[in-house]
């Protein structure tokens, strides 16, 4: 069996594993969607009372919403096994078995689950970028779609790689730390608004060290078709999500460094 | 006195204790909450530097309100105790009826450390960080300024005193109803959605539409952080202070006279789990 084909075989059993709890499924899903609504409410309330964010209306400010919501609820969708890795594999000692497997750990860490409660952000995500995307005009163009599709692609990339460092640090820490957070959570909100808004440090931050913006607001500004008013060429944002993938690949090289390292709990 | 007052203070300062071994734990969430922090201020100042006409706050009180809302987020009532749901799942929950103490009494004691503890463990690194170092950082304008006045800092002490009265009294509604619900996840969810929005955590209440003022200045969840903090910066004048302090207190009385009653209901149908 190949690699795709056993990834499959995964998920499709992790998903009837889920149908069998139907009610904490709906449940957590509720919760999830509730978070993306009273996420994008906070952000009404605020155009209501000051009426602009320096130029950028709220359909585009919703349009950046909708779309790093989506974006993260796939990756976070297809990383579950990372996300986990400290409380399930690493404390146990369980993450012996994945090793004694002749498949790539990362394969079988990504198969670990394909957890439905996601949907809860995926969902609204998409609903958001949809509206966004009426209420703006914007034509329905080939080029446009592929764009968005390309920057969400990268960022599905972008968020992966974060679950894969924070399973990471399991080797070193054994529990999985809140410090992650930061950047995933943290990464969601500060991605639902544009970049020019925050301060120098945390826009170089987010462009040079972990690529959030390359893969949320560089190429949506060319989705948009609005001028950066931080003066980056066409070019530049439409290659930008590239960073993404580039990320992951660090990402896996440094899980492979601290797989070398690992040493079972034993118990 | 101290028959009656003794073992509550005995349960309180123990909870304390446990819940102070978590330091690495404790750092992770102060990094957290700093980040939070600095980017809810620069959205808000961002909308804020937008704005044309007269706001209902102006930006050092929107500051302020940031911070203390980090600074105090663990004493929000947004959740329940993993140890209480554990009792209440393995039925252990049965050898607190059989204390001599009065049960809700005791509760309170216990949910009132649960809530109390966290926030002084990140509170204080918080105020430092944010009304020192952000200063000598040169960052002057996104610090936390001093209380607005001796009066402010005064109603300010007082309103957190009843800011935790008044989440120990949530929380404990919220243990109450374990005895019915057993798992309580999806009420946590509710909870949050609730205590994170109309507490002010999320936008500053004054924010809201006007049209909705007068219903979120009557709902009790303000009194977890909008007052304090607004009391604290001066944007609740030193006048209305007092209005607003018996405005909390009426609420806290309430909440526990509901889960007294809800309790007594809830023990004499309640069914004991494990074996």
């Not at chain 2, 939070?36 to 500051?63: C, H, K, N, S, Y």
Request: charge should be positive; proline fraction near 5%.
């Amino acid at each position: 069996m190949n690699a795709a084909a056993l990834l499959l075989r995964y998920l499709a059993i992790s998903l009837r594993g889920q149908l069998q709890y139907r009610a904490s499924f709906l449940m957590a899903a509720l919760g999830n969607l509730l978070n993306c609504l009273i996420e994008l409410a906070g952000i009404w309330v605020l155009f209501d009372r000051f009426g602009n964010l320096s130029g950028w209306s709220f359909a585009e400010v919703a349009f950046f919403c909708g779309t790093v919501n989506a974006t993260y609820a796939i990756g976070e969708l297809l990383a579950t096994g990372f996300d986990q890795f400290g409380t399930l594999y690493v404390k146990t000692g369980d993450f012996d078995r994945l090793l004694l497997r002749p498949r790539s750990t990362v394969l079988q860490l990504a198969g670990h689950e394909l957890s439905l409660r996601r949907l809860g952000r995926l969902l609204p995500g998409i609903v958001i970028v949809v509206v966004a995307w009426a209420a703006l005009d914007l034509p329905l163009e080939g080029d446009r779609v592929g764009l968005l599709a390309f920057a969400m692609a990268g960022g599905v990339a972008f968020f992966f790689a974060l679950m894969v460092l924070q399973a990471t640090m399991c080797f070193w820490t054994t529990e999985s730390l809140e410090l992650m957070n930061i950047l995933t959570y943290g990464g969601v909100e500060t991605a639902s608004y544009p970049l020019p808004i925050y301060h120098r440090l945390f826009r170089r931050f987010f462009t040079f060290v972990v690529p959030l913006a390359c893969i949320g607001y560089f190429p949506i500004v060319a989705v948009l078709g609005v001028d950066d008013p931080l003066g980056t060429s066409r070019m530049f944002q439409v290659a930008a999500p590239l960073a993404g993938f580039a990320f992951l690949g660090v990402a896996i090289g440094v899980w492979q460094l601290g797989v070398r390292r690992y040493t079972s709990t034993g118990s | 006195m101290s028959t009656t007052i003794g073992p509550f203070v005995a349960v309180v300062s123990a909870r304390y204790r446990t819940l102070l071994q978590y330091r690495a734990a404790a750092f992770a969430g102060f990094a957290t909450q700093l980040f939070w922090g600095a980017i809810r201020l620069m959205i808000l100042a961002a909308f804020f530097a937008a704005a044309t006409e007269p706001q209902p706050m102006d930006l050092p009180q929107i500051v302020a309100y940031v911070w203390l809302g980090q600074a105090l987020l663990g004493m929000l009532p947004w959740n329940v105790d993993a140890d209480f749901r554990a009792q209440v799942r393995d039925g252990t929950v049965a050898y607190d009826l059989l204390r001599p103490l009065d049960l809700y009494s005791y509760w309170f004691g216990r949910t009132l450390a649960f809530r109390v503890a966290a926030p002084t463990l990140r509170g204080i690194p918080m105020v430092l960080f944010s009304m020192v170092l952000l200063p000598l950082a040169g960052l002057g304008d996104w610090a936390l300024t001093p209380p607005a006045s001796a009066i402010a800092f005064a109603g300010f002490l007082a309103s957190l005193v009843l800011a935790a009265m008044l989440a120990t009294a949530v929380t404990l509604l919220a243990h109450i109803s374990l005895l019915w619900t057993i798992s309580g996840v999806g009420m946590d969810r509710i909870l949050t959605v609730l205590v994170t929005v109309f507490s002010g955590l999320i936008v500053p209440l004054p924010l809201f539409p006007d049209w909705l003022q007068p219903f979120l200045n009557g709902q009790p969840f303000r009194g977890l952080a909008d007052v304090p903090y607004r009391i604290y910066s001066g944007n609740i004048p030193p006048g209305e202070i007092a209005g607003e302090l018996l405005f909390t207190l009426v609420w806290v009385i309430v909440l526990v006279l509901l889960g007294r009653l809800i309790l007594l209901r809830g023990v004499r149908r309640m069914v004991v789990q494990g074996g």
